[in-house]
T-cell receptor, first 116, second 115 residues
Framework: GAGVSQSPRYKVAKRGQDVALRCDPI?????LFWYQQALGQGPEFLTY????????KSGLPSDRFFAERPEGSVSTLKIQRTQQEDSAVYLC??????????????FGPGTRLLVL | AQSVAQPEDQVNVAEGNPLTVKCTYSVSGNPYLFWYVQYPNRGLQFLLK??????LVKGSYGFEAEFNKSQTSFHLKKPSALVSDSALYFC?????????????FGKGTRLSVIA
């Protein structure tokens, strides 16, 4: 079946511009995660949704970062007034809770954001 | 708090030789351990996981990993490396007692398999 998809794949923004990154999780997956991967580093947690509820946003680096998942499916990560330090790959992952299954997170291809 | 250490930034191995990519972890509860692989300009691809049960876990593409509780390690292994295994490998952990928590990743190890 279809995996996690993200768009756009690449985004170049001028400093101060707002950007919106989209994630389409695997159909039926209730949990959705956003991670930020800086160059040469492992992914770092940003925020987590279970259906439409944002249960954890402790990883969001500033109040310029905002995420939503209004209908419990597609999610959007918005960054306002982008700064150069926001340049990174933004990864989305989804997982589903099944009886007897310990959730594996499945990742999308990521959006590479470059802020000039 | 959870943490993962991948002590090697780079591992080089000749094609056909066995490979090991090292990972140690720290977690307060029960460790759920994962290995992912990342190819250039691609997302993370799941390889295998340890939740409970046998310490030796088998995954995709002939990879396996051994959970060692006393050494808090979860090294990734493959008996015979292929050139196509060249990629960036990430170890990750989450605390199994805390619900669907986010993964904590290591910095990654770049594997280079030389023909």
């Amino acid at each position: 079946g279809a995996g996690v998809s993200q768009s756009p794949r690449y985004k170049v923004a001028k400093r101060g511009q707002d950007v919106a990154l989209r994630c389409d999780p695997i159909s039926g997956h209730v949990s959705l995660f956003w991670y930020q991967q800086a160059l040469g580093q492992g992914p770092e947690f940003l925020t987590y949704f279970q259906n439409e509820a944002q249960l954890d946003k402790s990883g969001l680096p500033s109040d310029r970062f905002f995420a939503e998942r209004p209908e419990g499916s597609v999610s959007t990560l918005k960054i306002q007034r982008t700064q150069q330090e926001d340049s990174a790959v933004y990864l989305c992952a989804s997982s589903v809770r099944l009886a007897g299954e310990k959730e594996t997170q499945y990742f999308g291809p990521g959006t590479r954001l470059l802020v000039l | 708090a959870q943490s993962v250490a991948q002590p090697e930034d780079q591992v080089n191995v000749a094609e056909g030789n066995p490979l090991t990519v090292k990972c140690t972890y720290s977690v307060s509860g029960n460790p759920y351990l994962f290995w992912y692989v990342q190819y250039p300009n691609r997302g993370l691809q799941f390889l295998l996981k340890y939740i409970t049960g046998d310490n030796l876990v088998k995954g995709s593409y002939g990879f396996e990993a051994e959970f060692n509780k006393s050494q808090t390690s979860f090294h990734l292994k493959k008996p015979s490396a292929l050139v196509s295994d060249s990629a960036l490998y990430f170890c990750a952990v989450r605390d199994g007692l805390s619900g669907n928590t986010p993964l904590v990743f290591g910095k990654g190890t770049r594997l280079s398999v030389i023909a």
